[in-house]
């Protein structure tokens, strides 16, 4: 056995030490809380009084059986099938049109990017003073142009419209520069072959950029889809669930019987239900990109 073997097994130990405060901070911060949310959603538990008894699968039957549960989970598929294709959309053509060098192009992706550091608090705000009826700043475009008002943040079927747009609008910064990051990554070799055969323009986006992303698309996606089943705070400020019942979204749903009901073991359940959703999101990347792969060789 060589000397330099002899080292490398010696020094395992202090590999371990080397990892050892970040798997404490893991199993601390993140299995041990989710392990216990596990246990605590098969029990009644009282969050006043912490009194808690083993009630098995009565939470989840509960939840399955509840009308305003299939709601709030119905909304929140609906919150996520408006906005992710607009997420990939308008931040796939933001990044093929601003990834270019320059001053205006730089002060572009620099303001697209600074909406989505600005605190929700402060953006719906401002979107719920732009959409006031009769005043706003929307209301007073529609009746410029003759268009009569519409109650986007009252009407059953615009409100959960109008939150998802206005979501778009403050966070389209980041999958934006997660594209542009992509863009960046494709070898400039390529584009200076295709410029010597004449390529047009459009054969160079169908045939070497587009398919260059896909996998960042496909990322970005599915960074979307989990991000967007989280939502809970632009709705919470802008509507409150409203108007009947229509924009209450799965996390709202948890906060609500947590905090209001004081119903912690059926909040729990609520929550793990949205945790397998998130599950099925993760699972889904993985197949797709071992799919990928293997379409490869």
Not at 204 to 227: F, M, Q
Request: net charge positive; with cysteine.
């Amino acid at each position: 056995m060589s000397a330099q073997t002899v080292g490398i097994r010696a020094s395992r130990p202090a590999y371990a030490l080397f990892v050892l405060p970040f798997v404490t901070l893991y199993v601390l911060l993140l299995l041990w809380p989710l392990a216990k949310g596990i246990w605590i959603s098969f029990h009644d538990h009282d969050l006043l009084s912490d009194d808690s008894f083993w009630v098995g699968l009565a939470n989840y039957k509960e939840l399955f059986a509840d009308e305003v549960f299939h709601q709030v989970v119905w909304n929140t598929i609906r919150f996520v099938a408006i906005s992710t294709p607009i997420f990939v959309i308008l931040s796939l053509m933001l990044a093929l049109a601003l990834n270019r060098p320059g001053k205006l192009a730089t002060f572009l992706r620099a303001t697209f990017f600074c909406a989505s550091v600005f605190s929700v608090t402060l953006i719906t705000l401002v979107w719920k003073l732009a959409l006031m009826p009769e005043r706003g700043l929307i209301a007073q475009m529609f009746a410029a142009l003759g268009i009569p008002e519409l109650p986007l943040l009252t009407s059953d079927n615009l409100a959960l419209l109008t939150i998802a747009l206005v979501t778009v609008w403050w966070i389209i910064g980041l999958p934006m520069i997660m594209f542009l990051s992509a863009l960046q990554q494709i070898p400039g070799d390529i584009y200076e072959a295709a410029a010597l055969d004449n390529t047009p323009r459009w054969r160079v986006l169908t045939h070497i950029t587009l398919p260059s992303l896909k996998r960042a698309v496909i990322l970005v996606t599915l960074i979307e889809v989990i991000r967007q089943f989280q939502v809970f705070p632009q709705i919470m400020l802008m509507t409150n669930g409203g108007p009947n019942n229509t924009t209450r979204s799965i996390v709202q749903f948890t906060y609500e019987q947590a905090f209001m009901q004081l119903s912690l073991g059926y909040a729990t359940a609520a929550s793990q239900i949205l945790l397998a959703i998130m599950l099925i999101g993760v699972s889904a990347q993985l197949w797709l990109e071992r799919d990928r792969k293997g379409g490869a060789r």
